[in-house]
């Protein structure tokens, strides 16, 4: 019933900024806490960062702190991730996921319900 569908990936240049979105549709998207995840060629899907709709409970990857930041606009139901001084390695389908807000905090793909499609993010060099 809950869906979520990310935009904002594209083609930039190394040390560029994108701002990825998730729209979260469906009357009970709140219950969910939302993660972003992204998984490189060849590479395992690895968590970055996940919050919940109040704001709280932030948490990022150490890999992805230092240039990440998550956000939301809950009245638009939708959550953002902001990066910036993007590198090669970035280079990845970034994901969208969700799972109750109810449950322990998880950076583990598998613990997680609801899946968007994923955006591609490509940095060149």
């Known amino acids: 019933q809950v869906q979520l569908v990310e935009s904002g990936g594209g083609l930039v240049q190394a040390g560029g900024s994108l701002r990825l979105a998730c729209a979260a549709s469906?009357?009970?998207?709140?219950?969910?806490?939302l993660a972003w995840f992204r998984q490189g060629p060849g590479k395992e899907r690895e968590f970055v960062s996940s919050m919940k709709w109040s704001g709280s409970d932030v948490y990022y990857a150490d890999s992805v702190k230092d240039r990440f930041t998550m956000s939301r606009d809950t009245a638009k139901g939708t959550v953002y991730l902001e990066i910036d001084s993007l590198k090669p390695e970035d280079t990845a389908v970034y994901f969208c996921a969700g799972r109750s807000q109810r449950a322990a905090w998880s950076p583990e793909a598998p613990d997680y319900d609801l899946w968007g499609q994923g955006t591609q993010v490509t940095v060149s060099s």
């Open positions: 469906g009357r009970t998207f709140t219950s969910y806490a």
